[in-house]
């Protein structure tokens, strides 16, 4: 079974602080994508990364692939009370991308 | 366009009693999947469907069964419920090439009791 482990699990910051979120594996995968879940929703997709060493960035949110591929982090700058929400990151493996492997999640709080 | 669609939103079962959890798309999306989202442990698949008449078992089928006889809809159904069975249940369609996103329905909240 291949496992995404991601940390921290609970994070609570003040508005304008920095964090980083951890997504890592022992197995490689061949796409990364990072989902942000709000309270009552499904998880929306943010961002996919494809190759080793990939930086996207989104806004205030920078997306890193490891040079690997068994990796991920997310990290975000000056956060604001609209990032509160549960981040999760997804392995997609070879040619089919369908059954994606989800780490347990990041539950973010940026109070006020 | 409404994406992908649930219902019902919340639902409490007793132990024992069966239901069809409903989920229906109209993005033309040949995949389909069903999760449950458990606090604290992410999302498992239970069933995934590449196409209208093929369904296959994910990580955690036990308990649950599927159908996908159009291409619209995916619903899933639990027999003789469980309290293992309450949880957060969301359908999602993915489009074709790889790697592509999950379009994920809003979830239905299940509690068995």
């Known amino acids: 079974t291949q496992l995404l482990e991601q940390s921290p699990q609970f994070l609570s910051i003040q508005e304008g602080e920095n964090l980083t979120v951890y997504c890592n594996s022992s197995?490689?995968?061949?796409?990364l994508q990072w989902y942000r879940q709000e309270p009552g929703e499904g998880p929306v997709l943010l961002v996919t990364v494809v190759t080793g060493g990939e930086v996207k960035k989104l806004k205030r949110l920078t997306f890193q692939f490891g040079d690997a591929r068994k990796d991920s982090s997310l990290h975000i700058t000056a956060a604001q009370p609209g990032d509160t929400g549960l981040y999760l990151c997804?392995?997609?493996?070879?040619?089919?991308?369908?059954?994606?492997?989800f780490g347990k999640g990041t539950l973010l709080t940026v109070n006020p | 366009n409404a994406g992908v669609t649930q219902t019902p939103k919340f639902r409490i079962l007793k132990i024992g009693q069966s239901m069809t959890l409903q989920c229906t798309q109209d993005m033309n999306h040949n995949y389909m999947y069903w999760y449950r989202q458990d606090p604290g442990m992410g999302l498992k698949l239970i069933y995934y469907s590449v196409g209208a008449g093929i369904t296959d078992k994910g990580e955690v089928p036990n308990g649950y069964n599927v159908s996908r006889s159009t291409t619209e809809d995916f619903p899933l159904r639990l027999e003789l419920a469980a309290p293992s069975q309450t949880s957060v249940y969301f359908c999602a369609t993915q489009p074709p090439g790889s790697p592509s996103p999950l379009h994920f329905g809003n979830g239905t909240r299940l509690t068995v009791t």
């Open positions: 997804a392995g997609g493996r070879g040619g089919s991308n369908y059954k994606l492997t």
């Open positions: 197995s490689v995968f061949s796409s």
